[in-house]
């Protein structure tokens, strides 16, 4: 591999704080949101589907506004970057690894990002490139800016449908952390492990399949981009294909 890029929401960034904001905000317990959340996530739905199951008329986009305007917006510092980040990060470039992180995100978590200097080449968001995963466009862009052949980008994320599948379908290698709900729940997913490259517990573990054909055993064969996924046990994975 030439180059890594790496997702945002649960890859690199803990997303407590943000459920827990948006708990407040409507003035439920986090706890019955993070249930909601789970629920959405085991059925194979968007997360924000929770907040429309508290709220049926809801507007995300008008009530994200909404909570900007009254000082309750987006906030990220160091405490939200789970602990692998940086020191992954940081082997990977001194690998010779060129890192990308390019995710979904606002135009706000975009400069809240580049703020902590994490030691990556790029960070970049969708709101900023104006097209959001799982639109092949966005792997296009990150096709783009990977600055190597899709072959020699691994492009890591924890959820199947907006990370894997399209990554994958682009032509890139792919590699599932096993973190947050979508990284956990569909793990052993068979189209989850028929598509990626490679499966991780943490980021600390990418800079060791640099230059990996199959790191042993956590590698899966690829799947066809023109096969759906399938429906099997643990719900259904939305199709991006």
């Known amino acids: ?8 929401g649960e890859t690199l960034v803990r997303d407590d704080r943000q459920w827990a904001s948006w708990a407040n905000w409507l003035g439920v317990p986090p706890h019955t949101l993070g249930a909601l959340v789970g629920a959405a996530v085991a059925q194979g739905r968007e997360p924000t589907d929770a907040l429309r199951i508290l709220r049926p008329d809801m507007d995300v986009e008008e009530a994200y506004r909404a909570r900007a305007a009254a000082g309750r917006g987006e906030h990220l510092d160091e405490s939200d970057l ?25 135009v706000r978590a975009g400069e809240l990002l580049r703020a902590l200097d994490l030691p990556a080449d790029l960070v970049v968001t969708s709101d900023e490139w104006g097209v959001r995963k799982p639109d092949p466009e966005f792997f296009a862009r ?22 894997l599948f399209p990554a994958a379908a682009a032509g890139m ?10 990284g956990h729940w569909w ?16 980021l600390t573990e990418l800079v060791g399949l640099v230059g990996s054909p199959d790191p042993g055993g956590t590698a ?20 991006v294909r």
């Open 82 to 106: 789970y602990q692998d980040v940086r020191p992954a990060l940081g082997e990977l470039r001194a690998a010779g690894i060129r890192v990308v992180v390019a995710g979904n995100g606002t």
């Open 220 to 239: 899966a064969p690829d799947a066809s981009a023109d096969e759906q996924p399938k429906v099997v046990r643990r719900g259904t994975l939305r199709s």
């Open 1 to 8: 591999m030439e180059t890594i890029v790496l997702g945002i």
């Open 187 to 202: 793990a052993e997913h068979p189209d989850v492990v028929e598509t990626v490259d490679f499966r991780v517990d943490a």
């Open 142 to 163: 990150v096709a783009e800016v990977a600055d190597a052949a899709p072959e020699a980008t691994l492009y890591v994320g924890d959820h199947p449908a907006h990370d």
């Open 173 to 182: 290698r792919t590699a599932h952390l096993r973190r947050g709900p979508y």
